[in-house]
């Protein structure tokens, strides 16, 4: 159990940090959150599931996978309000929109 | 050293670096995007410590820190907002 714990560990780290790095490699707003997503909605719950499989079933298990759960809800909640921040600023959305 | 700890250091050191890199260039949005890496990378690397030092009352803390990463974030959706 401890060996695919490590692995899906590794392949969570590995995710956030070719997200990171994709992200950094493009200028727009726009394509620097596309590029952070994975971060949140893949690499977040990998790791979670590593720690969860390696604490088994306790506490700590249900609390690391609900800050996961918070990762994946808010991280696509704050990259739509970043993008719609970004939008606005442009000129290409509605300064009221969606209000 | 055990893979939890080893992770947990790639994970900031490899992490940090980028969102800080990202946010001290450019306009304030985009400053912005590298402050939200930071927030996910920051709260990772607290659950892969706690982990790896087998404290599991530390876990609190990167529960508070998703959570006022996310509110820090749509305050400043709010203030960079254009004004009309």
Do not use: K
Not at chain 1, 47 to 54: D, F, M, Q, T, V
């Amino acid at each position: 159990m401890t060996t695919l714990a490590v692995a899906l560990f590794a392949a969570g780290i590995a995710v956030v940090l070719v997200s990171g790095t994709a992200a950094l490699r493009f200028r727009r707003v726009y394509d620097r959150l596309h590029f952070l997503t994975p971060g949140t909605t893949l690499g977040a719950p990998l790791i979670g599931l590593a720690l969860g499989l390696e604490n088994g079933w306790s506490l700590a298990t249900a609390l690391i996978l609900f800050t996961c759960f918070l990762l994946v809800v808010t991280g696509a909640v704050m990259a739509a309000a970043t993008g719609r921040v970004a939008a606005q600023r442009e000129g290409l959305l509605a300064r009221e929109s969606p209000e | 050293m055990n893979p939890w700890l080893l992770g947990t250091i790639v994970l900031l050191a490899g992490g940090f670096p980028l969102s800080l890199w990202m946010a001290s260039r450019g306009s304030p949005v985009d400053r912005m995007v590298g402050l939200e890496l930071a927030g996910v990378v920051t709260t990772l690397s607290m659950l892969g410590f706690s982990q790896a030092v087998g404290q599991t009352s530390y876990l609190i803390v990167p529960l508070v820190a998703a959570l006022l990463s996310f509110a820090g974030a749509l305050v400043f959706t709010r203030l960079l907002a254009p004004r009309g």
